[in-house]
């Protein structure tokens, strides 16, 4: 597998441009492809740009609607729902965190419930955007287990579950927000993807073949295996949760998501607050490194850190990745080579 690094903002023109060609509203094209290349900068692969083919090829059997616009169906001030309408959930879950954020500052609390969405894309984005509000923020979601089933849960070898993730945020010291963002499974869907385009095997404990045997091959995915669910019982009855939830909220197309904002200013002044996380999480990073870790990094806070050197190095991509961008955009009729991508 070889490995090359490009420049993130022609990347960025180039998949916004073939969406828009694919009958995306330009505003939502732009705004997917931002969030697709900010996930790669921050290291998440899987929800990155080699989503562009897999978006098209939804698009194209009928799963997302190109032509759809989400829109706020209830707001009942603390309470709201965000109807994705069938299209591609990152514009739904950014309209949703706009209209929490102001109401999680002006009552202490708020939710939001996004229905009827396809893929929203890195969920931990949602979260944090919440934190430069001063807000604690967590999302999750579920109830594709119709049409997504691809998770066991604990004890189990049938799929029943989907992968279910949580995303958890608050404001933490100058290097940026605490965050965390996971998946119920062993691994996310996409990760197992990449693996399989690139060729790579896949850790132990993250899957079972066909037989309910462990495997690492991700081709046993494919062909009829299951992942397995993270921190055994503990990441299945999370999963559950989220799965049931789901099912709750209304209509779905792939997840249904609950997102909810806290204000924390209303138990500590922002000052304090801020001079006591500097503290605390100044301890965690000088905690004695274990053998094999060159320091201890703090989640969220090191996909900062990734980013800012990726916007000035480029971005790691596979040849394989990369083929299955310039295929799409030519199927757009978009030429790559005139964003220097050829």
């Given at each position: 597998?070889?490995?090359?690094?490009?420049?993130?903002?022609?990347?960025?023109?180039?998949?916004?441009?073939?969406?828009?060609?694919?009958?995306?509203?330009?505003?939502?094209?732009?705004?997917?492809?931002?969030?697709?290349?900010?996930?790669?900068?921050?290291?998440?692969?899987?929800?990155?740009?080699?989503?562009?083919?897999?978006?098209?090829?939804?698009?194209?059997?009928?799963?997302?609607?190109?032509?759809?616009?989400?829109?706020?169906?209830?707001?009942?001030?603390?309470?709201?729902?965000?109807?994705?309408?069938?299209?591609?959930?990152?514009?739904?879950?950014?309209?949703?965190?706009?209209?929490?954020?102001?109401?999680?500052?002006?009552?202490?609390?708020?939710?939001?419930?996004?229905?009827?969405?396809?893929?929203?894309?890195?969920?931990?984005?949602?979260?944090?955007?919440?934190?430069e509000a001063g807000l604690f923020a967590l999302c999750?979601?579920?109830?594709?287990?119709?049409?997504?089933?691809?998770?066991?849960?604990?004890?189990?070898?049938?799929?029943?579950?989907?992968?279910?993730?949580?995303?958890?945020?608050?404001?933490?010291?100058?290097?940026?927000?605490?965050?965390?963002?996971?998946?119920?499974?062993?691994?996310?869907?996409?990760?197992?993807?990449?693996?399989?385009?690139?060729?790579?095997?896949?850790?132990?404990?993250?899957?079972?073949?066909?037989?309910?045997?462990?495997?690492?091959?991700?081709?046993?995915?494919?062909?009829?295996?299951?992942?397995?669910?993270?921190?055994?019982?503990?990441?299945?009855?999370?999963?559950?949760?989220?799965?049931?939830?789901?099912?709750?909220?209304?209509?779905?197309?792939?997840?249904?998501?609950?997102?909810?904002?806290?204000?924390?200013?209303?138990?500590?002044?922002?000052?304090?607050?801020?001079?006591l996380a500097e503290d605390y999480l100044g301890r965690?990073?000088?905690?004695?490194?274990?053998?094999?870790?060159?320091?201890?990094?703090?989640?969220?806070?090191?996909?900062?850190?990734?980013?800012?050197?990726?916007?000035?190095?480029?971005?790691?991509?596979?040849?394989?990745?990369?083929?299955g961008i310039l295929e799409a955009a030519r199927s757009?009729?978009?030429?790559?080579?005139?964003?220097?991508?050829?």
């Amino acid at each position: 597998m070889t490995t090359r690094l490009y420049p993130p903002d022609p990347l960025q023109r180039l998949i916004a441009d073939t969406l828009a060609a694919a009958g995306f509203h330009a505003d939502i094209a732009a705004e997917v492809a931002e969030h697709l290349v900010v996930a790669e900068l921050r290291g998440v692969g899987s929800h990155g740009v080699n989503r562009l083919a897999w978006y098209l090829a939804r698009q194209r059997i009928g799963e997302i609607d190109a032509a759809a616009r989400p829109a706020l169906a209830r707001d009942e001030g603390g309470l709201l729902l965000v109807d994705g309408r069938g299209g591609i959930g990152i514009p739904a879950m950014n309209l949703a965190v706009a209209a929490l954020v102001p109401r999680a500052k002006a009552q202490g609390i708020a939710a939001a419930a996004v229905i009827r969405v396809g893929h929203t894309g890195r969920v931990g984005a949602y979260t944090e955007a919440a934190t430069e509000a001063g807000l604690f923020a967590l999302c999750f979601g579920g109830g594709g287990h119709a049409k997504w089933a691809s998770v066991v849960p604990h004890g189990g070898a049938e799929r029943v579950m989907s992968t279910n993730p949580y995303a958890f945020a608050l404001p933490g010291d100058g290097a940026g927000p605490l965050a965390v963002d996971f998946a119920t499974s062993a691994s996310a869907n996409g990760k197992i993807a990449l693996a399989a385009r690139e060729g790579r095997r896949l850790p132990p404990g993250t899957i079972i073949d066909r037989a309910g045997q462990p495997s690492t091959d991700p081709a046993d995915f494919a062909a009829g295996g299951a992942l397995l669910t993270m921190g055994a019982h503990k990441g299945s009855g999370m999963g559950l949760v989220a799965e049931l939830m789901g099912l709750l909220l209304g209509g779905i197309v792939e997840f249904n998501w609950l997102l909810v904002a806290l204000d924390l200013a209303r138990f500590r002044d922002p000052a304090e607050a801020r001079a006591l996380a500097e503290d605390y999480l100044g301890r965690v990073r000088g905690t004695q490194p274990a053998p094999g870790h060159e320091r201890v990094k703090l989640p969220g806070q090191w996909e900062l850190e990734l980013a800012a050197e990726r916007r000035r190095g480029g971005l790691p991509l596979s040849d394989e990745v990369v083929a299955g961008i310039l295929e799409a955009a030519r199927s757009q009729g978009i030429e790559p080579a005139a964003y220097g991508l050829a």
